[in-house]
């Protein structure tokens, strides 16, 4: 068999490749990327230290992205920013509102059957109704809170795929 057609992980360490592409980023790229991990206010300091930049060039930029909405400033002095969840829900939502009559109706019923597959799986109409003291009944307790985890995030897709494209039944079934 040729390598061409082998099988398998690539032969390049991702790690790696992303620590050099970031390493080579401006320095307004490097702060976006570490500004989309801030779940917890984060001083501009820290912000400037993991982007590897100074803390007038990384203040700069963290204000530019609070300026469009993607960051909340926290505090004034010191200047803390994070993630304004608001702007990445909209995001979110417009790129459902994108897809496609076809891709819509697609997307639509591969979840809601997947949906359907984790209420006969345990049994239950939601992940609301699995109680975790009880999560070893079902199986390995991972793989039951990976599931009901996974399960929430379907639930919470086929409300948002409803909502973007005003589906009437979004009261109906998964809400």
Known sequence: MSDTNK???PQTDFATDLADRLENAPADERVYRIALELTDPTRVAEVADRADCSAN???RHLKRLADIGLLTRVTKNPA???R?????????LNRLAELSEQEYKSRLGDLLAENEDYKQTYDVESPDDIDPLEYAEY????QVWLDITNWEAVRQEIHDLRRVNRDSATDEGVV
């Open 7 to 9: 099988r398998g992980p």
């Open 57 to 59: 060039a990384a203040r």
């Open 80 to 82: 803390t920013y994070k």
């Open 84 to 92: 304004n969840e608001a702007y990445f829900e909209w995001r979110r």
């Open 139 to 142: 199986g390995d307790p991972e």
